[in-house]
């Protein structure tokens, strides 16, 4: 069989193109309606803040087959696809608003380019109160819900403290941060705990006639070969090793950044919520 002496070169500029410019493979939805299709796997990426959700966004975007949105509902007034080569529109934001089931359907459900074959996005439990999302994402039973979980709460409670005191919520280089301390309030600690663990069993039953992958943080951060070749074959898509977008923020232990780590660890031993303390 005849050799492509241009095929070396070929394979380094789309190695060049998928390193510097993924989002030239997810073009804008605008042009999809002419050429697109439907028969694409949907889902979503469930769950709460702090529990791996941009890691687990940028390795599914990092796949070529793959389109990923975030958190479209997390504010319905002043939305953003989140995704690069799509923007907002007053239409967009109107549309999301006052008809978002609608826009679920039509608009992030609709026509994609022939190789994208899976688009989803990210929501949160407490995202879209009190509108037609829950049910529309309930009621259609074709929608694969990834739901995205953390053995250690308190790593989480710590991790959305943290990000809330320095505004810094996703780390994408390897420059050191500066290690800032907390001290943590017991009953806080409690009722996130509680809340968590309550959220996740209430939308594991609200999502139990769908298919359904549970992804927890640790064993993502620790092989996310092995956890991403689980998500590629639930979503239907052909096997490839993505590699991370963004960084851990943070290696320190636990006990180096709680201030009152021994007072809360005496308080929390001997209740469910003690293996959370090293």
Known sequence: MAVNPFQPVIRAAKQVRNAWYPW???????????????????????????????????LLNAHSQISTFGEIFRDVTDTDWDH????????????????????????????????????????FYYHAPDSAVWKYLQADTRIRVIHLKRHNILKTH?????????????????????????????????????????????????????????????????????????????????????????RKQSQAKLADVIINYDELKQKFSGSEWASFFE
């Open 158 to 246: 710590l991790s959305r403290k943290k990000a809330a005191a320095t505004d810094h919520w996703v780390k994408t280089s390897r420059r050191q941060e500066r290690q800032t301390t907390f001290k943590l309030d017991y009953d806080e600690c409690l009722q996130d705990f509680i809340r968590t663990r309550g959220w996740e069993q209430e939308y594991d039953t609200l999502f139990q006639s769908h298919p359904m992958l549970e992804i927890f943080y640790e064993d993502l951060a620790t092989d996310h070969v092995h956890e991403m070749r689980r998500v590629e074959q639930f979503l239907n898509v052909d096997f490839e090793e993505v590699q991370p977008t963004t």
């Open 84 to 123: 690069m080569g799509y923007f907002q529109s007053p239409e967009t934001v109107l549309a999301l608003k006052d008809k978002p089931a609608a826009f679920l359907q039509k608009k992030l459900f609709g026509r994609y380019p022939q190789y994208i074959k899976a688009v989803g996005f990210k929501i």
């Open 24 to 58: 030239l493979r997810k073009l804008p939805i605008e042009i999809a309606p002419l050429t697109g299709h439907h028969h694409y796997t949907p889902f979503i990426i469930l769950g709460r803040s702090r529990v791996g959700s941009n890691f687990l966004r940028g």
